[in-house]
Every structure is written in C-alpha cells, then in structure tokens.
C-alpha cells in the first residue's frame, strides 16, 4: 500500500472516530423525570451518571419576529419594554423609575486556552454567548407611563466596565459589580451620563467559568453582598483556583476587618434577593455538571451568615461526590447545609426577585418569589427557558411546585427565540424580564389586578434573657433518691 493511500486511510479512520465521537456527545442521554419532579422542597434525587464529556443539546437563539412574544401565563398579558439591547443581563429599577440594563458578556479569553476551550467558547457562540462584551449601561426611561421605555441614554460605556452586570444604587451612588471588582459611580436620580471617576469599593476574583457578579445592598444601605461563582465544575482545575470563589460576600463601610466570606459552598450564586417576611437573604444557585441529565438540581435557598452548601465535595447535603480529589474542611459533614428549594436540574436559575407589596400580578401570584430560569445546554429535553413563580407561606418558606408565568421561549425544534436572564420591578407594579440573545426586556403585568398587600414580617417571641445562675437542681420537681435507699430486687 502505498503512503498516500495510507495517509488517506488514516484520516478517514480518524473522520470516522471524530464524527462518531461528535454524534455521541450531541446525541447526549435522555432525561427520565419531569422538570416538576425535580424541583420543590423534596425533589426526586436519582443515582448519579458521571460523564467524562457532558452531554450537549444547545438551543440555538433565532429571535423573536415584531409580532411575536413569550407566552404569559392566564390573566396576565407580556409586551416590549425596550428593545434592540446588547445582550442584555442585569437590569435594575431605581427609585426613580428608571430602569438601568448592563449589556455584558464574558472577559476576552474567559473560557481559557487548549482544545476544549475552543470548544466551550464555540458551544457558547452557539447559544447565543460568548461574543465581545459591549460593556455599557443603558438607562430606559418610560417617561409617558404607557409601560415602554421611549428614551434610551448610554449611561456609560467601558471607562472602567469590564462585563458588568451586578447593580446596586443608595445615597447618590451606583455600585457596579465587574467580573473582578466592586466599582462606586456618583450617580444622582435622573441623570442620563455617569461621567464620574469610580472608587474601588473591592476586588473581586476575576472572570472563571462564571464571570457574573450580582450585588446587593442592605435595607439600610450600611452592607453590599456580593455572589461570586466557582472557576469550575468541581474544582477539577485545583482548588487553589476556587480561593474567594463560590461564595456571597458581605462589605460593612466603614469597619475594618471587611470585606468577608457570608456564606460558602455555592457552586455559582446568582440572583440575590431579601426575604420580606423574615429579612433574609436568599439566593438561586447554579449546581454542577456532568452527573447526568437529572442532576444536580439548581436551587433558591436562604443564606444565613456562615452557611456552606457543600460545593464542591457534597451536594444536596448528604451527596458525596466522588470526583472532587481535595479534601474537605474538617469536620465539614457536621454543618453542610441542604438547600431549601429545587429549581430542576440545569435550569440556569439566574434573576430573582420577592413580591413584597405594591406589584401588579394578580392574586396567584401575590405571595412568593419570580425567577429566570435562562435554559440548560446539556439536557435532552432542555430545561428552564421560562420565568416560573415559587409560593410562599405566611411564615416565609417555599412551597408547592414551580409556576409557569413566562414561557414561549422554545420554538418547539431544537431553537430557542430567546433566553429569560434576569428580572426587576417596573415603577407601575409590572415584571420586567431582561431576554440576553434577544436584546429585549419584557414587561408582564396582569392589566386588572390591583395592587398586591405588602408582605407582613414574620413576628415571633423570643425567651427573655437570663440574668444570674440559678441552683441546676431548683429547676426540677423530684430529686433523685439516695443511692442507700434503692431496694435491691
């Protein structure tokens, strides 16, 4: 045989090994449980599947044509707040009513260098991400009040952004989490440029496998919590990698001592959000990957100071996972915590917010919290894709299954029009939907509903303090006989 002949024999070996390994991995493994059977207070939790190579079922974002929109649950109706955005991720409502979008995709070369990291920053292209960040902060502003944003003003355009998206504004000031740090911009109320030179407010780990950073501020403006996500799956890229990652991190101004870890083990923490009947601070998180398509499910949880969820050598409190080679803290079964709410498995839980009083959704949905769910990328069939409500009772905790609100998203056919990405409340009571691959935020408001009760705060008694120590033996109603005086039997 001669060497051509075994050179051209070789390469279709090798087109044949490449082809049929592609087709393997975007074939991927079939899902045998319901999103809604993987999501509340008690999910179902099958044996885990551990893929060397994920999965890939990619949606790939078509748009949306200029009749067509998201499908709003009933009594509800969903229209165009603003449109032909960046990529728009965060946005958030000041006081004022106006609304800021922080167009932002990941730093230059975020994914990394090597062979699977073209691969990851293809897939990502492919899903809509992983272009050049614009970098910029729109200001909408609804000035006639009919529910679309008229004016459209740059707010600022790199100068300092490096993929922003957290936002935060108290006392003339608007706090802009970049992917590597905390920024302070003078910002008054109706202002349509942010000239002003920022103060650094924190460092932050920059870029990783997770390059968001959301913020928020304390009811008093006194404390910023920040979410930062992991660099990786589970810690496969050394845990040197994870220092200041995968936690919320909590800002006091003025003390020293601070910035400081809030709470750990959060795989990639997203949307943050206070709890208006109990004054805690929840979150949606983000789990890990490659454990097959129905694991692990994301979550919303509460977060007390010093938590730890368990990432990335436990999930779900009592989960081993057998991948991570570093070891754990000691004694760290003893205090992981399990979430308090499955959101489905790779759901990409993101935006958050609680209704907390003045909101316009109608009586189903007058209690509990909204969140974005922007859409899995290694599920068959994908996951997420929607805006889903989650009630809560009297007393502050989750309940039920996860409600449809936004759908619509998926064509039916393997595309996607777009991707729910984060959530705010307009100034008239309505939700308003940022949609990333379609530059659109969305505005859904159910038009007869009047305004919703404001959240009573959970109210309980507390022991009054003890002020001196007592005799132990006083507190009890019979002592002990003496030993002398037990009968023998």
């Not at 004022?96 to 990291?117: L, R």
């Amino acid at each position: 045989m001669s060497t051509k002949r075994k050179l051209l024999v070789a390469l279709a070996v090798f087109l044949l090994v490449c082809g049929g390994l592609f087709f393997w991995i975007w074939r991927g493994t079939p899902a045998k449980h319901t999103d809604a059977e993987l999501s509340g207070r008690d999910p179902v939790l099958v044996e885990p599947k551990v893929e060397q190579i994920p999965s890939v079922s990619i949606a790939t974002p078509v748009g949306w044509g200029p009749n067509e929109a998201p499908v709003a649950a009933k009594g509800l109706s969903v229209t165009r707040f603003a449109e032909g955005l960046d990529h728009p991720r965060v946005i958030y409502t000041l006081p004022n009513g106006d609304v800021i979008a922080a167009e932002a995709q990941g730093p230059t070369g975020n994914m990394g260098a090597g062979f699977f990291a073209r691969i990851a920053s293809w897939l990502m292209q492919r899903a809509g991400a992983g272009g050049v960040s614009a970098d910029a902060l729109i200001l909408l502003r609804d000035g006639d009040g009919d529910g679309k944003a008229e004016q459209k003003f740059t707010l600022r355009k790199g100068n300092g952004l490096a993929s922003p998206s957290g936002l935060a504004w108290w006392g003339d000031v608007l706090y802009v989490a970049n992917h590597d740090s905390v920024q302070a911009f003078p910002y008054k109320l109706g202002e349509t440029v942010l000239n002003g030179a920022p103060s650094k407010v924190m460092d932050l780990p920059g870029g990783g496998n997770h390059w968001m950073r959301n913020i928020v501020l304390s009811d008093d403006g006194t404390r910023l919590y920040v979410a930062v996500g992991s660099a990786s799956n589970v810690g496969e890229k050394g845990m040197e990698l994870e220092k200041g990652r995968a936690v919320i991190w909590e800002k006091t101004f003025g003390k020293k001592g601070y910035p400081r870890q809030f709470a750990s083990g959060l795989r990639n923490p997203n949307g943050l959000a206070w709890n208006p009947s109990t004054g805690e601070l929840w979150v949606t998180v983000n789990e890990r990957d490659q454990l097959g398509p129905d694991l692990v499910p994301d979550y919303l949880t509460n977060v007390p100071i010093g938590a730890h969820y368990g990432w990335p050598w436990v999930w779900w409190k009592t989960h081993d996972d057998d991948r991570v080679v570093a070891q754990p803290p000691d004694y760290f079964d003893d205090y992981v915590r399990k979430p308090e709410y499955a959101l489905g498995a790779h759901t990409a839980s993101l935006g958050l917010v609680f209704v907390t009083g003045g909101q316009k959704l109608g009586a189903q949905f007058a209690n509990g919290a909204f969140i974005a769910r922007h859409g899995s990328w290694n599920r068959k069939p994908p996951a997420g894709y929607d805006v889903v409500f989650v009630t809560f009772d009297k007393f502050g905790n989750p309940q039920g299954k996860p409600v449809p609100v936004l759908t619509g998203f998926l064509t039916g056919d393997g595309d996607t029009h777009g991707r729910p990405t984060w959530l705010a409340w307009g100034k008239d009571g309505a939700l308003l939907v940022s949609d990333d691959t379609a530059g659109i935020v969305w505005r859904v408001i159910d038009p007869a509903a009047a305004p919703a009760a404001a959240i009573k705060p959970v109210v309980t008694g507390r022991l009054p303090p003890q002020r001196s120590l007592n005799d132990p033996n006083a507190q009890y109603t019979a002592k002990m006989k003496d030993d002398s005086l037990v009968k023998e039997r």
